[in-house]
């Protein structure tokens, strides 16, 4: 099957998506390896299935007495066609239609300190935090470990870290059991979105300095 | 469906869900998608739709309709999805108590599989592996399937 991931989301995170139960974050990272990788969105769309015939199954529940009147005069008024896809910003020919909702009108890389770019991906809920990342080719992040949950999906060119090497389409989650240090392949920047659901924590030295910004959500 | 709304909040995510089915008919692709599968998630994207109008995180429904459209069309896969359902129905009454407890919980109570594993007092482990058995029993049926199909347009 073409294009399939090597690192697919783990299915029960698949689940919890398609069910409608994750939290903005984490479904807006799920949802951007689902454009990008035929192999996941069939498991979602057999999911999908899944809910359908648990739904058919399911025992009807009665609506109140009027519901289809009143649902017949709100029908009128319903526009038939649905907005506009957000059009694309030149220079994000890479996102995804689900992520080009988020990019903010006249979104621009930012040099962090570290040496990489961010764009900040604004998130209604707070519970996460939500930036994109791009690394030249050859460029890695300080070494860090995560303290919470983090979600990465790569969107253009590739990293590689202690865990293996990540492309275009590829889901990483951790927490894992080590600190760990991506390097951006050859080739195209890597851009990845990052999903936090808390600050990460830096280890060795850069992390004495930065540790504090990462705690004010500069990073 | 249900879970996590009151009685209003789930007239209304009918209600809503109905005027959406309306709107959107045109758009019904019966190759891609049975009906069932198609108001299922149109109703789960008005619940969702909802919960963030309560202030709570979800996706815009209309950020899911579009995530739902593939970027990348695959017509020889998308014939068998009216197929698909009608299978996954079946094979659904093939799966173990235990693994169609944890499915069940997910669509119709809106529990995470954290979540399941907390209120079964279960190890998350036990969950995330029900979980994939479930899923891999559905796949390695489905693929069966579609083996013993002729090619599209034999």
Request: glycine residues 8%; proline residues 8%; hydrophobic residues 45%.
């Amino acid at each position: 099957m073409k294009n399939m991931s090597r690192h697919p989301a783990p299915e029960e995170l698949l689940l919890d998506y398609a069910a409608g139960n994750l939290p903005e974050g984490p479904a807006l990272a799920v949802a951007l390896q689902v454009a990008l990788d035929p192999g996941v969105r069939r498991t979602v769309e057999r999911l999908r299935d899944v809910g359908g015939a648990l739904l058919d199954q399911s025992a009807a529940a009665a609506l109140d007495e009027g519901a289809l009147e009143r649902t017949l005069s709100r029908l009128d008024a319903a526009p038939v066609e649905g907005p506009a896809p957000p059009a694309r910003q030149p220079g994000f020919d890479w996102a995804p239609v689900a992520l080009a909702h988020y990019l903010p009108a006249g979104a621009r890389w930012k040099r962090v300190f570290g040496g990489f770019e961010q764009i900040d991906v604004p998130l209604r809920a707070d519970t996460h935090r939500a930036a994109l990342l791009r690394l030249a080719p050859g460029q890695g992040l300080p070494v860090h470990r995560h303290v919470a949950n983090e979600y990465t999906v790569v969107l253009q060119g590739g990293y590689t870290d202690n865990t293996g090497n990540y492309v275009a389409g590829d889901f990483a989650i951790g927490p894992g059991p080590h600190a760990h240090q991506p390097i951006a392949d050859p080739g195209d920047p890597c851009i990845a979105l990052i999903v936090l659901e808390k600050p990460i924590v830096l280890t060795g030295a850069a992390g004495l300095f930065l540790n504090p910004l990462l705690r004010w959500g500069w990073l | 469906m249900k879970g996590g709304a009151d009685a209003d909040s789930a007239q209304e995510v009918a209600q809503e869900a109905m005027i959406m089915v309306w709107r959107r008919a045109a758009t019904f692709d019966r190759t891609r998608a049975s009906a069932a599968t198609w108001i299922y998630t149109i109703a789960r994207n008005k619940r969702i739709d909802l919960l963030r109008r309560a202030g709570k995180p979800a996706l815009e429904t209309e950020d899911w309709l579009a995530v739902f459209a593939p970027e990348d069309e695959r017509p020889e896969k998308s014939i068998l999805a009216g197929q698909t359902y009608t299978r996954v129905k079946e094979l659904l009454g093939g799966l173990s108590a235990d693994q169609l407890i944890v499915i069940e919980k997910a669509f119709f109570e809106d529990k995470t599989h954290t979540a399941i594993a907390e209120e079964l007092q279960l190890p998350l482990g036990t969950v995330k592996s029900r979980i994939r058995l479930a899923l891999g029993r559905l796949r390695e049926a489905l693929e069966k399937d579609e083996e013993h199909e002729p090619p599209s347009g034999a």
